[in-house]
């Protein structure tokens, strides 16, 4: 039964640069490869599938599953530079329940992409820039900045349009007052963006 769990216990991927005990420090870019629970110390990292972003995560834990679940098609990846510490196993059970929320959450932002893969290109902009400030987002009164730890041909990548269309569609959105007119992503009246949010997805 514990057969698998145990695979976790090999040696760690050749991307690890630098450990210290199950600490690491990774350049962006680099995988984690092997499964098990990760605490998150300074960085991000991002959960992706191709060219589909899933999520992105500035702390707190993750879990990655077992290879034989997903196989290869999900990565998590550092985005800058990242600290992050592997977690011990305290038993083969809580493990396996752990590796099972993971794997509920997982199908579900599967899901998600899917659904914001149908949207129509603006919407689909707005939808994953308002994902992305839920998850790693700095609130100050009614606006979201979103750090800028993704590129503009990253979020292009992630929107599934050109850097050109991009351009367009940030425009169009900041003479509409949804973003304010700066460099960073910032988004204004959040509520607004819930609201409008809530509405494309029911729509859906």
């Known amino acids: 039964m514990y057969k698998t769990v145990d695979s976790c216990n090999k040696e760690w991927g050749k991307h690890m640069l630098l450990r210290n005990q199950d600490t690491m420090k990774l350049k962006k870019g680099s995988i984690i490869h092997e499964c098990g629970e990760y605490a998150i110390l300074n960085g991000y990292v991002v959960c ?5 972003l899933l999520k992105i995560m500035k702390q707190g834990t993750f879990t990655i599953t077992e290879e034989h679940f997903f ?3 999900i990565q998590y990846q550092a985005q800058a530079e990242l600290h992050v510490e592997r977690l011990p196993m305290l038993s083969a059970t809580d493990f396996l329940q752990k590796q099972a929320k993971a794997q509920s959450e997982m199908m579900h932002n599967l899901t998600r992409q899917l659904d914001l893969y149908a949207l129509p290109v603006k919407e689909r902009v707005m939808a ?8 790693i987002g700095e609130f100050r009164y009614a606006e979201c900045r979103i750090p800028a730890v993704l590129t503009q041909v990253e979020v292009a990548n992630y929107a599934h349009c050109t850097r050109e ?3 367009g569609i940030r425009k169009a959105l900041i003479a509409d007052q949804w973003l304010a007119p700066e460099k960073n992503w910032v988004l204004l009246d959040w509520d607004r963006w819930g609201e409008f949010i809530f509405h494309i997805e029911k729509k859906g």
């Open 48 to 52: 992706k599938t191709g060219d589909h």
């Open 71 to 73: 196989g290869k098609l």
């Open 128 to 135: 994953l820039l308002y994902r992305i400030a839920c998850e």
């Open 165 to 167: 269309y991009l351009n």
